[in-house]
């Protein structure tokens, strides 16, 4: 069985700094795309930050260079450190892996629940 286990949310002040971590058991963690998604009231879902097989990362442009994005594959684990924090961050952040083939509908995809970051003062 598939599983992915967001913590590290919580309750922060502007400015401040948080580390999510998504531990994922279930999956040959290696050789999947992780990503940290985010869904904000009233707004749509969004892709914040990916990470390849290769260790390759990429941002969207309103967390670049506040958040950082890494794995660890022998803890079949990713996090998203996340520094500066401002009320605009406030969301559900969820966890997401993804595995392509040749052929899309092969592909595979998982979600975990996730974790609910707050920023506010």
């Known amino acids: 069985q598939v599983q992915l286990v967001e913590s590290g949310g919580g309750l922060v002040q502007p400015g401040d700094s948080l580390r999510l971590s998504c531990a994922a058991t279930g999956i040959t963690f290696s050789t999947y795309v992780m990503a940290w998604y985010r869904h904000a009231p009233g707004k749509q879902r969004e892709l914040v930050a990916s990470i390849t097989t290769e260790g390759n990362s990429n941002y969207v442009d309103s967390v670049a260079g506040r958040f950082t994005i890494s794995r660890d594959n022998a803890q079949n684990t990713v996090y998203l450190q996340m520094n500066n924090l401002n009320p605009g961050d406030t969301a559900v952040y969820s966890c997401?892996?993804?595995?392509?083939?040749?052929?899309?509908?092969?592909?595979?995809?998982?979600w975990g629940k996730g974790t609910l970051v707050t920023v506010s003062s």
């Open positions: 997401n892996a993804r595995r392509f083939a040749l052929s899309p509908k092969y592909d595979l995809e998982f």
